[in-house]
């Protein structure tokens, strides 16, 4: 429970002082632990913010490597993935 709560204060100090790169990279990590933990709803939605944080930046090239590792990890709900997340 810890680290959930660390990966949290770090998107939300991210967030607040606007560091959009940092905010990507913690949602990321954070869906990444939360893939580990078996929590696959959680992790999609994080996965999805730091999508939506990484194209906000202009990281097109993360975006479509987080696109592809997502939808090949998430086969089961492939039609929400695509449709959530935008291959650039």
Known sequence: ???KSFYK?????????????????????????HLELGEMEQSM?????AHERYHE???FGKC????????SSF??????VTTSLRHV
């Open 57 to 59: 930046w202009g990281a």
């Open 64 to 71: 479509n490597s987080l696109f592809e590792f997502v939808k």
């Open 1 to 3: 429970e810890a680290a």
């Open 75 to 80: 086969s089961q709900t492939s039609s929400t």
């Open 45 to 49: 939605e994080y996965f999805l913010a």
């Open 9 to 33: 204060q770090a998107i939300s100090s991210a967030k607040f002082h606007k560091f959009v790169h940092e905010e990507a990279l913690a949602y990321e990590l954070a869906a990444y632990f």
